[in-house]
């Protein structure tokens, strides 16, 4: 089988080593191909720390980064009462995950294509902050909280990947 792979690739009179010469080098540019690919990813990662597009969130500090976020979405066209909103629901998930997880939450802020989304990252064992049942004839606080996730369903999804919890809110581009 492999006899009639190599005859195929170089020919009825191949030589052996003609055959382990042309994979080595096939080999060391895959592997320089994928050094490179991941220099650019890790300078890309650079990148967005270095812009402000990715920043973690404590409770202590969830005011300054909430102002933070809101001259993002001022920037992406929203407006003041669509970016109050969107403060509210950032702070009630920020919340969730800090009390399940108690590791600061990691913000990265993706704008491609006109696609702008948020992506809230922690450590942590599974848990999606979207799904907390709450009880309908709770009138108090946690009713309210849970409204708000509700509100904003649509826009919203979870995924549990390599020990993250990762909740992503997508905005739509107003330009």
Known sequence: ?????????????????????????????????????SVIAYIWHLKDVHDGRQFTVTREGLGEQSGKIKAILMRHHATLTEVNSDLLL???????????????????????????????????????????????????????RGMIL???QTHLSYKHFFGKNIVVIKYNSKE
Do not use: W
């Open 90 to 144: 950032l702070e009630e998930i920020i919340m969730r995950l800090q009390e399940h997880a108690e590791n600061a939450v990691t913000v990265r802020m993706i704008n491609r294509f006109g696609r702008f989304k948020l992506f809230l990252t922690v450590h942590g064992k599974r848990y999606n902050p979207l799904l907390e049942d709450e009880d309908p004839s709770d009138n108090g606080e946690n009713y309210f």
């Open 1 to 37: 089988m492999a006899e009639n792979i190599l005859k195929r690739l170089f020919g009825d009179e191949y030589a052996p080593e003609d055959a382990k010469i042309f994979f080595l080098v096939t080999g060391i540019c895959l592997l320089t191909l994928i050094f490179i690919v």
């Open 150 to 152: 509700q509100a904003n």
